[in-house]
Every structure is written in structure tokens, then in C-alpha cells.
């Protein structure tokens, strides 16, 4: 049973773990060699999440694992911003569960990256693409520890792998859309983050910035990464994502894309 | 007629010169979290609100350093903590309720030390009186820089996390709460400092321009601290042996001189202030 494990005895093992397979892995992912990917698994249950003292969301049940990219579909003010936030622990639900290999998610907050909305960052903040990749070093270092060249190697990595090092020392308003994107993701890598919460990521991205960043997605759930992320072109959802969550404050539908996605079942959730 | 060199050579006049480059430091240090937060307004609404505590303390207990401090601690905690509990309480927001307790604050203040007839310390406390510390406010002005700049340093990484996303630093494991409690404080105590300097009025600027002046040329937020602090130190220093032979009043002087620099910067940053190809694309 997952619920048996002891969260400290199991945050220190795979911190530790992490450690020395970026080392010598190409890809940061690491659990995916002694654990099965299966043990790789997020379960919700019973979610129920107030904002502002209105209900968002309620009853919220369904799990997946790492490998994998969920969409979140619904129509505006559906809750999907709600839901990323509450995984992420920025809000407090009112019941229910979040577990992350058996212990609560927020627990471990380094293998948890969310990325906000574009419209939710501070674009004006004095900080270089670099600046912004180191800062997703600190869950792993805590206040004080030092900057060593092993972070220094998985900053590289990030920013080599988001394809950002020529940009490396521009202000972060100074980038495109799709890099500004890239940008966060390169973060959620440096802080080799297994859990990527998107909120809209495709948001504002012209055509070419929206397949590069479909085929990265791509490529980090080849890794073993678990991508969840909130979505509302609705066309292109079977073209980037495995699986579906369809909410409108409570859930309509949970499965693989191929077998829930329906005009039917769009037409359901979006008719008010 | 004194020369300046008999001026500099006596006691009160290097300890002020003193005084200014240490409350210049960490002012103009600390001003790169002011400058980050966005909070110049809060800080201002703040040095004011700082007035009636003083007052009281001084109706109280009489005119007398600790006194004055303690006072000015209760009235930023009452003012600041007010403002938040009337908008919880109601349907205004903190910054309306900030904007009407420290004007009221303010204005009870100013009655309770006019009342108290202390005409000379009052101007003081409104515009500052550098030549006029004593060693002991020396002391006090020293522990508090050292401590909010060592403060500030320690919580560097988790403080530009929490400063670029305030809303969602939490995820990154950073302690919100605890952050949003211990800069209110380092700020209230850099407030406490320089108000002999400068006095409560004109103390914002002494909290806001060092570091909005790199924040024209720098794209490293850590920067922006070191950066603030030794222009504030630079222009208090610069404004100390400019008052002198000018006979211009040194607190005044010394924001006037943060205000130029900051002027300048604006015309000449390159990519971030008033001839910036940015604006003109724009």
C-alpha cells in the first residue's frame, strides 16, 4: 500500500536518488529505473475546492501516472485554473485527497512544478532566462546551501534542452511568446520537477511556438514526466494530449482522449 | 566665519556624516525590496502613520529616544494591522483603509505634539535632524542597518522568488507568510532609522530611489540591493558636503540629491528609461 509509506523516509530516498542519476542520465527523470512508472501515480479523490468562499469544484476523482499528458477542458470559469492551483497546493481544498505515490503531493514540492498563466508573470522583473532557470535550483537548495557545479550542470541541461542558451542572458520580457514558455519549462526541469501543472500553455502562441511546444511535450512525457495542463482549443486537444479531464465545477468525464473525447460530450459540457 | 574644515572637524558634524552613509546603505538597500513589492505608496502611507505613535509615546512617557521608537513601532503595527482588519471586516479595501488611518493618525499626531509644546523635536520628526543625533542614536541607526542588511541578504533566494511570483511562490516551497511578516518588519525598522535622518515625510524617497534607479540599468534583481545601497550611501554622503557650503537644510538635501541621480538615470538608461528604443517602439 502506497498510504503505508513514510513521506520523510520517501522524500529523502528520491531526493538522493535524483542526485546522482542527473548525473549521469541525459534525462532528469529519476525514479523511472528502480520504480515501476506505475508507482509514478497521482490520485485525486473527492476534490473539493471553495475560492472566495464560492464552491469551484467538486467531486474530483481520478488518477494517472507519470508518462503520461492530461488535458483540462471546460468551459471559462469551469474550474480548471482552480483545480492546477489546488494540486499545486496555492489553495486549500475543503475535502478530499491529492496523493503523489501515496503521500500528499504538496509534500514534495521539488518533483511539483506549476507554471502560471503568461498573464499572471511579472514580465518587468529584472531577471535573465538564466536568473529564472537558477531559481528553479532553490526547492533542492533551501536558503543557504551552496551553488554547486552539479546545479550549475542541470541548469545547463535545462536551458540546452529548451533549446534557450543563445537567450540565455536576455530579460524575460525581451522573448517571444513560445520562449517565454520554454522558459518556465526549462525552469521546472532545473528543479527536476516530475509533475508539471500548465495553465494554459498554448495561450497566445502563433503556429510554429505552439508545434514546438507540442513536440516537447512529447518529449518530456517520453521521459517519464506527468504534464497536466488546462487547454481550450479544443480542436487540438487529440493532437498533444493522452488523456481528458472534462469539468464544469464538477467533473463530466475522465479518460483516455481517444475514448471520452466526444462532440457529444463537448456538447454537454459547454451547453449552460 | 567657520570654514568647513573647522565644520567636519567637530563631533556632531561626523557623526552625521556618519550617519548619513550607514542610513544611506541600508535604506537604499532595503528600497530594492520596496521597489520589487511595488509598495513605495504602503511605505509612505507607512513613515507617516509612524508620527502619532511617536506623539503618544512622547504624551506618555516623555521625549526620549526609546520612547520614540517604541512608539513608532506600535503605530506602523497598529496602522498596518488596522488597515488589514477593516478590510477583512468590510467592503473596502486595505488600501482605503491604510489611506484614512494614517491621515487621521496623522493629523491626532500633530495635535497631541504641537499640544505638548516640543515645537523644535517636532520639525525634527517630520523633516529630520542629522546634525542633531547623539552617539546613541548612532548605535541604534548602526544595529538596525546591520540587521536588515544582513536580514535581507539571508533571505535572498526565497525573497526574489516571493517578490517574482507572490502568488505562486508557495509551490516552489518558498514560506510566504513568513516572508510577507519579516519584511514588513526589517521595513518598519529601516522606516525607524531613518527618520531621525530625514524625518517621516521625506524618508520614502530615501526607501524608493536608490534601487529604482539600477532597476533602469540592471537585469539581476540581486543587483538591484547592493546596487541601492551604495547609491544611497554615494548621494547621502554627496548631499552632507553639498549642504554645508549651500547653508540647504541636509535631510532635504539628501533626498533632493536621490532625486537627481534617479533623474539622470532616467534620461540615460539605455533600454529602460526616457529615450529607451523599448519606448520608442512602443
Given at each position: 500500500?502506497?498510504?503505508?509509506?513514510?513521506?520523510?523516509?520517501?522524500?529523502?530516498?528520491?531526493?538522493?536518488?535524483?542526485?546522482?542519476?542527473?548525473?549521469?542520465?541525459?534525462?532528469?527523470?529519476?525514479?523511472?529505473?528502480?520504480?515501476?512508472?506505475?508507482?509514478?501515480?497521482?490520485?485525486?479523490?473527492?476534490?473539493?475546492?471553495?475560492?472566495?468562499?464560492?464552491?469551484?469544484?467538486?467531486?474530483?476523482?481520478?488518477?494517472?501516472?507519470?508518462?503520461?499528458?492530461?488535458?483540462?477542458?471546460?468551459?471559462?470559469?469551469?474550474?480548471?485554473?482552480?483545480?492546477?492551483?489546488?494540486?499545486?497546493?496555492?489553495?486549500?481544498?475543503?475535502?478530499?485527497?491529492?496523493?503523489?505515490?501515496?503521500?500528499?503531493?504538496?509534500?514534495?514540492s521539488h518533483e511539483l512544478a506549476y507554471l502560471p498563466q503568461r498573464g499572471d508573470v511579472d514580465w518587468n522583473f529584472p531577471i535573465t532566462v538564466r536568473g529564472l532557470v537558477e531559481m528553479g535550483r532553490y526547492p533542492n537548495l533551501g536558503w543557504w546551501k551552496k551553488y554547486s557545479t552539479h546545479d550549475e550542470?542541470?541548469?545547463?541541461?535545462?536551458?540546452?534542452?529548451?533549446?534557450?542558451?543563445?537567450?540565455?542572458?536576455?530579460?524575460?520580457?525581451?522573448?517571444?511568446?513560445?520562449?517565454?514558455?520554454?522558459?518556465?519549462?526549462?525552469?521546472?526541469?532545473?528543479?527536476?520537477?516530475?509533475?508539471?501543472?500548465?495553465?494554459?500553455?498554448?495561450?497566445?502562441?502563433?503556429?510554429?511556438?505552439?508545434?514546438?511546444?507540442?513536440?516537447?511535450?512529447?518529449?518530456?512525457?517520453?521521459?517519464?514526466?506527468?504534464?497536466?495542463?488546462?487547454?481550450?482549443?479544443?480542436?487540438?486537444?487529440?493532437?498533444?494530449?493522452?488523456?481528458?479531464?472534462?469539468?464544469?465545477?464538477?467533473?463530466?468525464?475522465?479518460?483516455?482522449?481517444?475514448?471520452?473525447?466526444?462532440?457529444?460530450?463537448?456538447?454537454?459540457?459547454?451547453?449552460? | 566665519?567657520?570654514?568647513?574644515?573647522?565644520?567636519?572637524?567637530?563631533?556632531?558634524?561626523?557623526?552625521?556624516?556618519?550617519?548619513?552613509?550607514?542610513?544611506?546603505?541600508?535604506?537604499?538597500?532595503?528600497?530594492?525590496?520596496?521597489?520589487?513589492?511595488?509598495?513605495?505608496?504602503?511605505?509612505?502611507?507607512?513613515?507617516?502613520?509612524?508620527?502619532?505613535?511617536?506623539?503618544?509615546?512622547?504624551?506618555?512617557?516623555?521625549?526620549?529616544?526609546?520612547?520614540?521608537?517604541?512608539?513608532?513601532?506600535?503605530?506602523?503595527?497598529?496602522?498596518?494591522?488596522?488597515?488589514?482588519?477593516?478590510?477583512?471586516?468590510?467592503?473596502?479595501?486595505?488600501?482605503?483603509?491604510?489611506?484614512?488611518?494614517?491621515?487621521?493618525?496623522?493629523?491626532?499626531?500633530?495635535?497631541?505634539?504641537?499640544?505638548?509644546?516640543?515645537?523644535?523635536?517636532?520639525?525634527?520628526?517630520?523633516?529630520?535632524?542629522?546634525?542633531?543625533?547623539?552617539?546613541?542614536?548612532?548605535?541604534?541607526?548602526?544595529?538596525?542597518?546591520?540587521?536588515?542588511?544582513?536580514?535581507?541578504?539571508?533571505?535572498?533566494?526565497?525573497?526574489?522568488?516571493?517578490?517574482?511570483?507572490?502568488?505562486?511562490?508557495?509551490?516552489?516551497?518558498?514560506?510566504?507568510?513568513?516572508?510577507?511578516?519579516?519584511?514588513?518588519?526589517?521595513?518598519?525598522?529601516?522606516?525607524?532609522?531613518?527618520?531621525?535622518?530625514?524625518?517621516?515625510?521625506?524618508?520614502?524617497?530615501?526607501?524608493?530611489?536608490?534601487?529604482?534607479?539600477?532597476?533602469?540599468?540592471?537585469?539581476?534583481?540581486?543587483?538591484?540591493?547592493?546596487?541601492?545601497?551604495?547609491?544611497?550611501?554615494?548621494?547621502?554622503?554627496?548631499?552632507?558636503?553639498?549642504?554645508?557650503?549651500?547653508?540647504?537644510?541636509?535631510?532635504?538635501?539628501?533626498?533632493?540629491?536621490?532625486?537627481?541621480?534617479?533623474?539622470?538615470?532616467?534620461?540615460?538608461?539605455?533600454?529602460?528609461?526616457?529615450?529607451?528604443?523599448?519606448?520608442?517602439?512602443?
Amino acid at each position: 500500500m502506497h498510504a503505508t509509506h513514510d513521506p520523510k523516509h520517501d522524500h529523502g530516498q528520491t531526493h538522493a536518488h535524483g542526485h546522482d542519476h542527473s548525473h549521469t542520465h541525459e534525462h532528469v527523470c529519476w525514479g523511472h529505473s528502480t520504480h515501476s512508472p506505475v508507482h509514478h501515480r497521482l490520485e485525486i479523490s473527492n476534490l473539493k475546492v471553495s475560492y472566495r468562499e464560492v464552491l469551484a469544484l467538486e467531486g474530483i476523482n481520478f488518477a494517472t501516472e507519470c508518462g503520461r499528458s492530461l488535458a483540462l477542458v471546460g468551459p471559462n470559469g469551469a474550474g480548471k485554473s482552480t483545480l492546477l492551483k489546488s494540486l499545486a497546493g496555492l489553495l486549500k481544498a475543503d475535502s478530499g485527497r491529492i496523493l503523489w505515490r501515496g503521500s500528499p503531493l504538496v509534500s514534495s514540492s521539488h518533483e511539483l512544478a506549476y507554471l502560471p498563466q503568461r498573464g499572471d508573470v511579472d514580465w518587468n522583473f529584472p531577471i535573465t532566462v538564466r536568473g529564472l532557470v537558477e531559481m528553479g535550483r532553490y526547492p533542492n537548495l533551501g536558503w543557504w546551501k551552496k551553488y554547486s557545479t552539479h546545479d550549475e550542470e542541470i541548469v545547463e541541461r535545462a536551458l540546452a534542452a529548451m533549446d534557450l542558451k543563445d537567450l540565455e542572458k536576455r530579460q524575460i520580457s525581451a522573448l517571444s511568446g513560445g520562449q517565454q514558455q520554454r522558459a518556465f519549462i526549462a525552469r521546472a526541469l532545473a528543479q527536476e520537477a516530475h509533475v508539471l501543472l500548465l495553465d494554459e500553455p498554448f495561450t497566445g502562441l502563433d503556429r510554429p511556438a505552439q508545434e514546438t511546444l507540442i513536440r516537447l511535450f512529447k518529449e518530456l512525457t517520453r521521459e517519464g514526466r506527468l504534464l497536466i495542463a488546462s487547454h481550450h482549443d479544443l480542436k487540438s486537444v487529440p493532437d498533444i494530449f493522452d488523456e481528458v479531464l472534462v469539468i464544469k465545477r464538477k467533473q463530466f468525464a475522465f479518460g483516455p482522449v481517444k475514448d471520452v473525447f466526444s462532440e457529444k460530450l463537448i456538447e454537454e459540457t459547454y451547453s449552460s | 566665519m567657520s570654514t568647513f574644515a573647522d565644520f567636519i572637524s567637530e563631533a556632531p558634524a561626523k557623526r552625521a556624516l556618519l550617519a548619513c552613509a550607514m542610513i544611506g546603505f541600508s535604506n537604499g538597500f532595503a528600497s530594492a525590496f520596496v521597489v520589487l513589492r511595488k509598495s513605495a505608496l504602503k511605505v509612505g502611507t507607512l513613515s507617516h502613520g509612524l508620527l502619532p505613535g511617536i506623539a503618544l509615546a512622547v504624551l506618555f512617557f516623555g521625549l526620549s529616544q526609546w520612547s520614540a521608537l517604541a512608539g513608532a513601532v506600535f503605530a506602523a503595527m497598529f496602522i498596518g494591522l488596522g488597515s488589514l482588519f477593516v478590510a477583512r471586516t468590510s467592503r473596502l479595501d486595505q488600501d482605503t483603509a491604510l489611506g484614512i488611518l494614517y491621515t487621521a493618525g496623522f493629523a491626532a499626531g500633530y495635535i497631541v505634539l504641537t499640544r505638548l509644546n516640543i515645537r523644535q523635536k517636532l520639525d525634527e520628526w517630520l523633516f529630520g535632524s542629522i546634525v542633531g543625533m547623539a552617539d546613541s542614536d548612532l548605535w541604534i541607526a548602526f544595529g538596525i542597518s546591520v540587521l536588515a542588511v544582513l536580514m535581507l541578504t539571508a533571505m535572498q533566494r526565497p525573497l526574489l522568488i516571493f517578490l517574482f511570483e507572490p502568488n505562486v511562490a508557495a509551490s516552489l516551497g518558498v514560506p510566504v507568510r513568513f516572508l510577507n511578516y519579516a519584511t514588513f518588519g526589517i521595513v518598519i525598522l529601516v522606516l525607524i532609522s531613518s527618520l531621525q535622518a530625514v524625518g517621516c515625510i521625506l524618508s520614502v524617497g530615501l526607501l524608493v530611489a536608490p534601487a529604482a534607479t539600477v532597476y533602469l540599468f540592471s537585469n539581476s534583481a540581486r543587483a538591484l540591493f547592493l546596487g541601492g545601497g551604495i547609491i544611497g550611501m554615494l548621494g547621502s554622503v554627496a548631499a552632507f558636503f553639498l549642504s554645508y557650503p549651500l547653508g540647504w537644510h541636509i535631510s532635504s538635501t539628501i533626498v533632493l540629491v536621490l532625486g537627481v541621480i534617479f533623474a539622470l538615470a532616467y534620461i540615460s538608461s539605455p533600454r529602460y528609461g526616457l529615450f529607451s528604443k523599448r519606448r520608442q517602439a512602443a
